[in-house]
């Protein structure tokens, strides 16, 4: 087998610390009151990972309608409100939170030197605004559901439908609410509480990526808030703001909520892109090439991708005008990223990388997420956009660059901080299996839709055309696959945190103040404040280090 | 304890009612002239007269009220931040709304 | 021993630095109080960006409405009493100086100072809110609330009202102009609503910073939570400057 860089402690004699944020207060008020950032990290990994079930069950059942070109499995309209749950939940539910609330949460503090982020109360008050709007999400389902789609397009939403768009409204600008607080917490937090010596340039660039995203968690997701109040308000009192009959504007709910949904993406992306520096760093034994460039790049996503919304409405009835100036800006969007995928393969060039599952994840992450930027940039040229929008392309597009790329992330980013938040390793084959299943399911799912796409199938229908069921059933059949990929880890690493092997601090030999504490961390993370005085990445210092190393409390 | 509230909290300059008063004086005569300049045909300089008025009188509480001449560059650009992405908002929603039905406007 | 640069930093000192400014106030996450009244400033701030974006979407739709329907949009305005409004923005604007002066007050350790600020705002802001009670319910009255029985008569026929008729003279709108202005009292109730229910969050702030201010929470040292509270009342103030310019004097001249 290939060389592996993890460095375990003797387990014959290794322990889980006895003190550590685990073991710190015992009952559920402890957990339910708790102002410890890593606890609250939990609570939020648990609550995810229930709501993501929930959302892949929904994507399974419209993978299977999708088996035969009728509409035999479901009504069109169960189908569409199937489709418009699995993308609630999926975008406010799981990905906007997923990887800022779990280990942004838990590592952040850790990697500037802090005992805990800025604002402990808020941080709990976004886990249980998280929760009130997931419960009202599941209560919406259970009352019969929305089938407007997550976009819920105006006017459809305010004056065809008589589905729950208010409560579904709700419980987004509740779920909203809970990420403008995180955006909020963790901006104060990279401001304030670096620890001395903690300049800018030495932070992990997991923390820049965390930053620019918050920066658009908290000046994007209030408009959306507003837009859904709108919506709310035209529904049951009938204002006319978006009625045409009345003087409104369809196109104006559209252009507030594409302001936040267009920044979301980005939202959603850059944390993944921040666990993919970290791992790539690790994984080669080399810093990060360009740090500085990749830093930059992450606030330039954040500032364009504020000027780009209205690609989602090149059709939509904007004046061409107005699709030439957002296509022109969409170009400039890409760039960034592309300045980091460049980066990221630099790294490895002359590293010495080795194939754990964190790494098996990224390598995913780097070729999908490439494919899936790339097509983002077809869809952003208007003349194209305009056959291929509303199609299966899209809906491939955006796959290709949320599961390939972000849930293939926040899979990466579970595993490589799993030892250090559990004590306890995952076991490595399964893991480095379960990453292969995961890809070859995701490519056999998605792949065909691009061609399904091109091909002319609209996306959000229940029915098609005989011809294009070949592809369907592929794409159905790569579903299934998709579907053990991902339930392997919930079974591996439950088993993991009774049988897993004990970690020790630091089994990657990785950089940053994170892997110098005990695993699992004490509850104040630090006994006394750390001094930084090295560079990010710095794995000299990591050498020089491991002779003096202490290894935990108590 | 007073050295050390000196010491971070944003230069911690305690500003004097004085300062608090001439500014509530010009808001007062900003509202009494806004008011004022309404009731006056101006043509299109109506809505700008307003909105400039408008404008300063914000900019004082900003600066005076809410201290931010005495702050961190920090709140500066923070307070920046939120002006420039309200006006991107505003601006690039309108790239739409103006470059529709020319004739509209 | 860990040679370490990053471990130990003379814990013995620390630990005594640590009690010896350690006030019951001071969270144990931060290092110092001035540590944390920086961040929690600063939380504050961000929040209220948060609010520029919520109120700015509101303002967009406003700004769009207004070009496309002006004629509706002024004989609506009139419908507004520019009385009440600019009493209303005197008060308000009294009460950030009232505000602002609590929290001098509390900077300077006068305690009954500070008392009497904080009540004179929460007057002020309730003196607010009564008044726009009575402009609501004249709304209400004359069938000016969208979606509930809205009437048009008022600007399909001007003359029907005598006492905006008296003031402006406006002109009769065509039918279908009238009914724009519908879309400006939605946006009327929609921007003066969330003012009011910022309003009504700041004045019970405010009465429980009455309370604890009266005990003495704010003039020992602490002023943190007296001053970021300004800062979210000087927002609403801000706020409604703007909506007294941009819905009650659109055009007053004839």
New interface residues.
């Given amino acids: 087998m290939s060389a592996t860089i993890v460095s375990l402690p003797d387990q014959s004699t290794a322990r889980i610390p006895k003190m550590n944020y685990l073991t710190k207060e015992n009952g559920l008020l402890s957990w339910l009151l708790t102002g410890d950032h890593k606890r609250i990290a939990m609570l939020y990994l648990i609550s995810l990972s229930f709501f993501f079930f929930i959302g892949g069950a929904l994507a399974g059942l419209i993978r299977l309608e999708l088996l035969t070109p009728q509409a035999d499995l479901m009504a069109t309209d169960t189908y569409n409100k199937v489709f418009t749950m699995h993308g609630v939940i999926m975008i406010f539910f799981f990905l906007v939170p997923s990887v800022p609330a779990t280990l942004g949460n838990f590592l952040i ?1 850790m990697m500037i030197g ?7 109360k ?1 941080n709990l008050l976004s886990w249980y605004l998280y929760v009130a709007g997931g419960i009202l999400a599941i209560y919406t389902m259970a009352a019969g559901g929305v089938d407007t789609g997550w976009t819920f397009t105006t006017p459809l939403s305010t004056h065809y439908v008589n589905t729950n768009v208010l409560t579904t409204g709700l419980a987004a600008f509740i779920a909203g609410f809970s990420s ?1 607080f995180t955006g ?2 963790f ?3 990279i ?3 670096r620890c001395p010596g903690m300049t800018w340039f030495r932070l992990p660039l997991f923390v820049w990526a965390h930053y620019a995203a918050s ?1 658009l968690m ?6 959306v ?3 859904i ?2 919506i709310a ?1 035209e529904r ?6 978006f009625d045409p009959t ?4 369809p ?2 709910f559209q ?2 909520f594409w ?1 936040y949904s267009h920044p979301a993406v980005y939202i959603m992306i850059l944390p993944g892109m921040g666990v993919i520096s970290e791992t790539i760093s690790t994984f080669s034994r080399k810093r990060v090439f360009g740090y500085t460039a990749v830093a930059f790049s992450s606030v330039a996503i954040a500032v364009f991708g ?2 780009v ?2 690609h989602h409405m090149f059709i939509m009835g ?5 699709v030439l ?1 957002f296509s022109l800006l969409t170009m400039l969007v890409a760039v960034p990223s592309a300045i980091k995928i460049f980066n990221w393969t630099f790294t490895l060039y002359k590293g010495s990388i080795t194939f754990e599952t964190p790494m098996l994840y990224t390598f995913g992450f780097m070729g999908l997420f490439t494919i899936g930027g790339l097509t983002g940039v077809f869809l952003g040229t208007s003349g194209t956009d305009i056959h291929l929008t509303e199609t299966y392309f899209i809906v491939a597009h955006f796959h290709f660059v949320m599961v390939g790329g972000m849930l293939m992330a926040f899979l990466a980013g579970i595993h490589f901080w799993w030892p250090k938040i559990t004590g306890r390793m995952y076991p490595e084959k399964i893991s480095q299996l379960a990453a292969v299943v995961t890809f070859i399911g995701f490519n056999f799912t998605f792949f065909p839709q691009f061609i399904l796409g091109t091909l002319g199938m609209p996306r959000r229908y229940a029915s098609y055309p005989p011809e294009f069921q070949v592809l369907n059933v592929f794409s159905t059949a790569g579903a299934t696959i998709l579907g053990v990929g991902y339930l392997l880890p919930v079974l591996y690493l439950t088993w993991s945190l009774k049988y897993g092997e004990i970690a020790g601090n630091n089994p990657w030999q990785a950089t940053g ?1 994170e892997w ?1 504490t005990q695993s699992p961390p004490l509850t ?1 993370n630090f ?8 560079e990010a990445y710095d794995y000299e210092w990591l050498e020089k ?1 491991k002779e ?3 290894t935990h409390a108590g | 304890m007073s050295e050390e509230t000196k010491h971070g909290e944003h230069a911690h300059h305690i500003v004097s009612p004085k300062i608090y008063v001439v500014i509530l004086i010009s808001l007062l005569v900003g509202t009494a002239l806004t008011v004022w300049a309404s009731f006056i045909d101006l043509g299109f300089w109506n809505p700008i007269i307003a909105l400039a008025i408008a404008t300063t009188k914000a900019t004082l509480v900003v600066l005076f009220f809410m201290h931010v001449k005495y702050s961190t560059k ?1 709140t500066m650009l923070t307070v920046g ?2 002006i420039f ?1 309200f006006l ?2 505003i601006s ?2 309108l ?3 103006i ?2 039905a020319w004739g509209n406007w | 021993m ?8 003379g ?1 013995s000192e ?1 630990a005594h630095d640590a009690h010896a400014e350690h006030p019951a106030y001071l ?5 110092n109080t001035a ?1 944390q009244a ?3 400033n ?2 504050m701030w ?2 209220l ?3 520029v ?6 303002f ?2 406003y700004l ?2 207004r070009n ?2 002006y004629p ?1 949009f002024v004989a609506a305005s009139h419908q507004l009493d520019v009385r009440w409004g600019t009493l209303n923005t005197l008060v308000l604007i009294i009460s950030s100086f009232t505000m602002a002066m609590g929290v001098w007050c509390a900077e300077t350790r006068r305690k009954s100072g500070l008392v009497l600020c904080l009540v004179l705002t929460m007057i002020l802001g309730v003196g607010f809110l009564g008044i726009k009670t009575i402009e609501y319910s004249e709304k209400i009255e004359k069938h000016h609330v ?3 029985h809205y009437s048009l008569q008022s600007f399909t026929d001007p003359q029907s009202d005598p006492a905006v008729y008296a003031e402006y003279h406006d002109k009769a709108l065509p039918l ?1 102009m009238a ?2 202005t ?2 400006y009292f ?2 009327y ?2 921007l003066t609503g ?1 003012h009011a229910l910022h309003m009504i969050i700041g004045i019970a702030i405010l009465v429980f910073m009455i309370f604890r201010a009266q005990a003495g929470a704010y003039t020992s040292g602490h002023v943190t939570f007296v001053e970021n509270f300004g800062l979210y009342w000087h927002f609403v103030d801000i706020i409604w400057i703007y909506l007294f310019a941009l819905l009650y004097l659109i055009s007053r001249h004839q």
């Fill in positions: 503090p802090a005992k805990d982020l800025a604002l402990p808020i403008i909020l917490n901006i104060v937090t401001h304030k509480m920066i908290v000046l994007a997701t209030p408009v808030a507003i837009a109040v709108l308000l049951t009192i009938g204002i006319g703001v009345k003087g409104g504007d196109l104006l252009h507030l302001f504020f000027f919304w209205a904007i004046s061409n005008y107005a100036v103040l110098q104040e006994t006394v404040t750390p001094i930084m005085d090295h280090q003096k190393e202490v | 920090l931040a939120a992405m991107t908002l690039m929603t790239a739409d709304y470059s529709r | 860990p040679d370490s640069h990053t471990i130990i930093h814990a620390a969270r144990h996450h931060f290092e540590q920086d961040a929690t600063f939380a961000l929040f960006v948060t609010e974006m919520f109120f700015g979407g509101m967009t739709a769009i409405y496309w329907y509706a969208p979606g509930f279908d009914r724009h519908e879309v939605s946006l109730f929609a969330m």
